[in-house]
């Protein structure tokens, strides 16, 4: 059992009880209708929705990844758990009203409403697509490591059994057996975290000794424009794109905003869940840093789980960490499997039968689920063909997938102009462009490229090629919704959905005549979070 005693086992057993049985009392409170499986009923409280939103975001890779990126490069890598801090305020004030007051069930259906089915139906796909490419493959993937290193598990075997485990109360009892269990794995992850840092930087002797055992750039937040991970040029144009796409617009973050009872709770939830993204620099990537200080020339994606395998962690608290990695493993793969299905089930199988009885909605979204994790498991030894750094692989995958629906998003909901023609235009550019990256990228790391152009267009930094692919999106989008005859005298004809109505905004409050108090200290808050950012960015350059 790689050092794991009696009494480790006992407190990852307890774990694992407590999340069993939390699911299962949830799952007896269910209502079989679709607003109670899909969307907790829409009555979760801001507590629950920050903590659920950290929660979800924060997997196995994010242990793996954000630790093994802090080995190899020290902090940059943190750039994009703090610049979240700002998507996730504009979330709350500008997208999760937008979806909130349209009182739509995902995130494709509202960008239906928009433009037209087409669209709805092209996002719900890529959705689902990167959800198992990007999100339950890679997770599953970082987990199978954790359980061969500390268990001497099989990569496959570790992703069924978690798999199980996860699907019974997932499966079950819908989103608000995944939000209340989410909220059970998030005190285990943000502890498990905070022990394995406290008694790694006890072991290199604080910061003081950290900082003499590494290079001064590790402590660095921001690399040379030249830098072939983080350049500061990528961070500041290109990881905004991917930070839009996956905090306001992606269904698996955004169904837990729509869960809340009202607005406001929504709001003081993604606020919350700010003040929690900035604890990933020092809880994850310090572990890396601390790792690469004890066992100098270690491999980036072994940086974690070599601390745990060490002899730094007492009997007992490496059984903690280890639940810590399980509860994170676990809420991401169950935010995952309800995403995908409620997308599956509200955009797509009942577009094509909208006489679906609720019933039935809940046992296709039941069966989708399932589809999904036997997919996932599938795909998960092809991962190591992409990088050695798992996180690197997930953000990169993303800033192939993501700019067209950020260009949509972004120019299309508040310029009118933009239409159903110019939307599924930049969507399919966008996301054949950025197909043909990926599958080159492959080719290149197998050496199968010769052509200069080809070699560049595979090998240019994916920050970097987020901004370009971002670019020609958007200029797709405006062109084809330019009205047909505008240059050649023909007839006009608009496309735009005419009656689509944008609600307002939230700067308005609830009211839409003036903030109430609940809304200023929002703001207030909101206001705080910032400006803390922004100084600890200050600290770290």
Known sequence: MSGLKSLDLFIISLYLLIVVVVGFFISRQREENSRDYFLAGRNMGWFAVGLTLFATNISSEHFIGLAGSGASRGLAVGNFEWMAVFFLILLGWVFAPLFWRAKVFTVPEFIGRRFNTTSR???????????LFTKISVTLFAGGLIFRRMLGWDLQTSAIVVVVLTGIYAIVGGLRAVMYTAVVQAFFLIASAVVLTLFGLQEVGGLAGLQARLPADYFSILKPASDPDFPWTGILFGAPILGIWYWCTDQYIVQRVLSAKSLGQAQRGTIFAGFLKILPVFILVFPGLIAAALYPGIEGDEAYTRLLTGSLLPVGLKGLVVSGLLAALMSSLAAAFNSAATIFTMDIYRTFRPATSERKLVLVGRLATTAMVMAAILWIPLTRFITAHIYLYLQSM????????????????????INSRGANWALVTGGLLGAARLVLEILSNSGQITSPVLSWFAGVNFLHFAVLLFLVSGVVLVLASLPEGRFSGTPRRETFNESFKMPALALTGESGLRLAGADRFNLLLSALLLIFVLGLWGAFL
């Open 121 to 131: 139906l092209y996002l719900s796909s890529i959705s689902i697509f990167t959800y």
């Open 398 to 417: 993303q800033a192939y997938i993501s700019p067209p629906i950020t260009a949509v998003f972004l120019i299309g909901i508040f310029w009118k102009r």
